[in-house]
């Protein structure tokens, strides 16, 4: 269990520092202490909510996985009376936590988990990040967000320190990455661009880690000015198969739209368009399928996705996929970020950001698709915002931008 390796972890070093929140820092020794007091409280549900601080959301977490039992994470914000029917308990020993995910279709759905789920991956993700147990890593607290938890869970396991910092603290971060000694961190890619805007350097980070939604080219390149001495990894999974593949440093800027070479342990094979994948490291009620439907093909090693789950649109019997409409906007140069979204009357809205204060930007873009896209592919609308939304694991939202679709100002910008 991992519990059991946090446990042996405070044998070897008892006061090393284990996680940091604000003023608040707890040593190995005394979250095995706060462990263990939380074991002789009423822990028997097979399926424990947990909805508290990052730092008691990790006790109270770990402590049921010590009693081999289950929990669910969820975001602070959650309803639990909509919590879904988490399925069949009876394999409370082997599945750990239940990690709450919607995909692309907004829907919520309890993902388990076992510890040898997790454990394989953190052998590999030690090797492939290049961490150690002197490395202090920081992560946000978003411990509901799977990737979080895992990174949180996987710096633990290793010996480390992690520095739970926060999203709306974020002009701060550089002072914290000097003053904790930062040496890692992950963060999504939308949140990678908040600290290279604020043009963050520090020559003493070793590992940089992103995954959630596509790195753009241009932050990969400000992450390794940024960052000179740190490996640079994008990561491409999701949360019912584990990690799928990656890529590091150069090759993130050199192939673009890409998401790298399989992951150790890893065999993936695309049949009808689709991304399938056997691995230690995917949930027991997707082994069979080994798929979330993801749409992809290969370059060489490479796997490139052609779209994700839920986000392949029908115009007069022909697919459009979103993502190659989006990896189109981005190579024109004007478009940082590129979000297609299907609106209620069958229309395809492309929304994006810019790094730019020209006002002909849309204009601008909508010559580019007209001139790189067959008429058939070609979205209806193009709408630039200063940020595209995002949900608190940091992933673009698409509901809130069909929400925010203005059918006036749409036929303004019309293609």
């Keep these: 269990m991992i519990v059991d390796k946090i446990r042996h972890n405070a044998v070897l070093f008892p006061n090393k520092e284990a996680v940091i929140y604000g003023t608040l820092s ?47 994470v969820l975001p ?48 590999h993700q030690s090797e492939v990040f290049g961490l150690n147990k002197q490395d202090r890593v920081f992560v946000l607290d978003a411990l509901s967000y799977s990737a979080n938890l895992n990174a949180t869970l996987h710096a633990l396991w290793l010996g480390a320190t992690v520095v739970l910092g926060k999203l709306s603290e974020a002009k701060h971060w550089n002072t914290q990455f000097t003053e904790q000694r930062i040496s890692s961190f992950f963060l999504v890619p939308s ?4 600290l290279t805007k604020k043009g963050i350097r520090n020559s003493n980070l070793r590992s940089v880690v992103t995954a959630g939604e596509k790195l753009d080219v241009l932050t990969a390149k400000s992450l390794i000015e940024f960052f000179p001495e740190a490996v640079l990894t994008e990561y491409y999974g999701a949360s019912e198969l584990g990690h799928i593949s990656y890529h590091q440093n150069q090759d993130i800027v050199r192939f673009p739209h890409a998401v790298g070479k399989a992951f150790p342990e890893v065999s993936i094979q695309i049949l009808e368009e689709k991304v399938k994948v056997k691995s230690p490291y995917v949930s027991a009620e997707y082994k069979k399928n080994g798929t979330v439907n993801d749409l992809g093909y290969f370059e060489g090693d490479r796997l490139i996705l052609k779209g994700r789950a839920g986000r392949v649109f029908n115009r007069r019997a022909l697919n459009i996929y979103a993502q190659e409409i989006e990896i189109a906007a981005i190579k024109s140069g004007i478009a940082i970020q590129a979000a297609l979204v299907q609106l209620n009357n069958q229309r395809l809205q492309l929304y994006f950001t810019s790094n730019s204060a020209d006002r002909g930007n849309e204009k ?11 008429a058939s592919k070609r979205p209806n609308g193009v709408i630039e915002l200063k940020e595209l939304p995002h949900s608190e694991a940091g992933k673009v939202d698409f509901k809130a931008l069909s929400k925010m679709s203005d059918e006036k100002e749409i036929a303004k910008v019309s293609i």
């Excluded at 949140?191 to 908040?194: E, W």
């Excluded at 601008?364 to 067959?374: A, D, G, M, T, V």
């Design 364 to 374: 601008r873009l909508i010559k580019f698709l007209n001139e790189c896209l067959p």
């Design 76 to 123: 602070k914000d959650f309803k639990q009376e909509t919590l879904p029917e988490t399925g069949d308990a009876s394999n409370v020993s082997r599945d750990f936590i239940g990690i709450l995910s919607s995909g692309t279709t907004g829907d919520p759905k309890v993902i388990w988990k076992t510890n040898d789920n997790w454990e394989r991956a953190f052998k």
């Design 191 to 194: 949140h990678c661009r908040l």
């Design 26 to 72: 707890m040593s190995y020794n005394e979250l095995m202490e706060r462990i263990n007091q939380e074991l002789v409280l009423d822990l028997t549900d097979k399926v424990e909510i947990i909805n508290l601080n990052p730092i008691e959301t990790l006790i109270r977490l770990l402590a049921i996985n010590s009693l081999g039992q289950r929990a669910v």
